[in-house]
């Protein structure tokens, strides 16, 4: 599957897991992040997997160039919704020099599909814990910290 197929299936999927939640139905890491646009100021919301791992709750790109990404950056703060349960919190970029162990992890302690995930979307050469970390530099991380 191509890259751009891969994306429009997944934006496809989106829609789906913004309409469950929206009516209350949560399910796995799933969360819709709320953002204030970094040009409109009008809020976007995305479906985002929330991981926890190494004592904390991370957001992962999984896509190059992904709104949601540059708009986090510029936000003061955002908010996660699950179910019906939402909360505000900011969102702190990891440095690149400490991605590398969270990216293994997450890898490594997730379905197959993850590190496959990162390969078709081109932010990684290899689904492996190893060829996933080693692209950090293309991977925004962000920690999740409650306000």
Known sequence: ?????????????????????????????????????????Q?????????????????FQAFPKAAWVVNARAAETVTLTRGRKSSTARLVEVPVGERPPLLHELVSTSPKSV???????????????????????????FRVVPV
């Open 1 to 41: 599957m191509s890259a751009d197929s891969y994306r429009r299936t997944t934006n496809t999927i989106n829609k789906v897991i913004v309409g469950l939640q929206r009516i209350g139905i949560a399910f796995g890491p799933m969360q819709l992040l709320t953002v204030a646009g970094r040009r409109s100021g």
């Open 43 to 59: 809020l976007r919301t995305f479906p985002i997997a929330v991981n926890k791992l190494d004592g904390g709750r991370f957001i």
């Open 115 to 141: 590190g496959k995930r990162f390969v078709t979307t081109g932010l990684a050469e290899a689904a492996t814990p190893d060829g996933v970390a080693a692209s950090a530099h293309r991977i925004a991380i």
